[in-house]
């Protein structure tokens, strides 16, 4: 996934087609600039622990519904890339195991793995391939929180959650937590609305380290694919405007099948 809480690389700006495949992650920030009055936030990670989804694995199809490559562009300079590559295969098994897979005409196949604190990813027509271990740099890790709207065990591995307030999104009732990665508690954060029913993301937002909003998630359409376990299948990304960027539609759910650790494998 691109590198958006800080500037990106030149080495994901290469591998597009990797960072595509996240683009259910909703295009995730990376730890912008710090301030010097940022206050770090107690660890609550046992309040938010009752929300966390007990979601064995899934395996789903994500699409792009809608493109606004100039909305886009608002959020983040490489976000009109990032979201063009418009169909992508995603795997989940708990805690922290991920795996997104894409396909493109002109780059071929590539594969991006999670498993833990440890990150793969490889497009094979490019000749490229990294894995790298990033225990010391949470703010570069994902979880099924970016990916499908879901706090999962492993989110909290390396996020710390504060609980702001209740407040009503339209007939749901919903808990307003403040999320920051451990040990960058001055860069860049999310406020999420989770449903105090389902335990689904209504709303994310993701705002720079001086709390300006950078972007805006909304979630809907959810529906119960396991007994008691419910899943987003509709976000609509907008950004700080207030204008529809992009859409993405999830199908093709399959949740707990079994998956086993062979997919989660990093590639040597």
Same mark, same amino acid.
């Given at each position: 996934?691109?590198?958006?809480?800080?500037?990106?690389?030149?080495?994901?700006?290469? +591998?597009?087609?990797?960072?595509?495949?996240?683009?259910?992650?909703?295009?995730?920030?990376?730890?912008?600039?710090?301030?010097?009055?940022?206050?770090?936030?107690?660890? +609550?990670?046992?309040?938010?622990?009752?929300?966390?989804?007990?979601?064995?694995?899934?395996?789903?199809?994500?699409?792009?519904?809608?493109?606004?490559?100039?909305?886009?562009?608002?959020?983040?300079?490489?976000?009109?890339?990032?979201?063009?590559?418009?169909?992508?295969?995603?795997?989940?098994?708990?805690?922290?195991?991920?795996?997104?897979?894409?396909?493109?005409?002109?780059?071929?196949?590539?594969?991006?793995?999670?498993?833990?604190?440890?990150?793969?990813?490889? +497009?094979?027509?490019?000749?490229?391939?990294?894995?790298?271990?990033?225990?010391?740099?949470?703010?570069?890790?994902?979880?099924?929180?970016?990916?499908?709207?879901?706090?999962?065990?492993?989110?909290?591995?390396?996020?710390?959650?504060?609980?702001?307030?209740? &407040?009503?999104?339209?007939?749901?009732?919903?808990?307003?937590?403040?999320?920051?990665?451990?040990?960058?508690?001055?860069?860049?954060?999310?406020?999420?609305?989770?449903?105090?029913?389902?335990? +689904?993301?209504?709303?994310?937002?993701?705002?720079?380290?001086?709390?300006?909003?950078?972007?805006?998630?909304?979630?809907? &359409?959810?529906? &119960?694919?396991?007994?008691?376990?419910?899943?987003?299948?509709?976000?609509?990304?907008?950004?700080?405007?207030?204008?529809?960027?992009?859409?993405?539609?999830?199908?093709?759910?399959?949740?707990?099948?079994?998956?086993?650790? &062979?997919?989660?494998?990093?590639?040597?």
């Amino acid at each position: 996934m691109i590198d958006y809480r800080r500037s990106p690389s030149s080495l994901f700006r290469t +591998v597009v087609t990797v960072t595509a495949v996240a683009t259910l992650a909703l295009a995730l920030p990376r730890a912008l600039a710090p301030v010097a009055h940022a206050e770090p936030l107690p660890a +609550v990670r046992g309040d938010i622990a009752k929300l966390a989804t007990t979601l064995a694995d899934l395996e789903a199809t994500i699409r792009v519904t809608k493109f606004d490559s100039a909305e886009l562009e608002k959020i983040g300079s490489d976000f009109k890339t990032t979201y063009s590559l418009r169909t992508l295969t995603f795997q989940y098994k708990q805690p922290d195991k991920i795996r997104l897979e894409g396909h493109s005409q002109t780059r071929g196949g590539a594969v991006l793995i999670m498993n833990g604190a440890m990150r793969s990813y490889e +497009v094979p027509k490019l000749k490229l391939h990294k894995t790298e271990n990033l225990e010391a740099h949470p703010g570069k890790r994902q979880s099924l929180l970016e990916f499908a709207g879901l706090v999962s065990p492993g989110t909290l591995q390396f996020m710390d959650a504060k609980l702001l307030r209740e &407040e009503k999104i339209g007939d749901h009732d919903s808990l307003v937590y403040e999320m920051r990665f451990q040990g960058e508690e001055k860069n860049s954060f999310y406020r999420i609305w989770i449903d105090k029913q389902t335990h +689904v993301s209504l709303k994310r937002e993701w705002c720079d380290s001086a709390g300006k909003l950078r972007a805006t998630f909304l979630y809907t &359409e959810p529906k &119960e694919i396991a007994p008691g376990i419910w899943l987003p299948t509709k976000v609509e990304v907008k950004n700080a405007e207030g204008m529809t960027a992009a859409v993405l539609a999830m199908s093709e759910i399959k949740p707990n099948q079994g998956l086993t650790d &062979e997919p989660f494998t990093l590639a040597q």
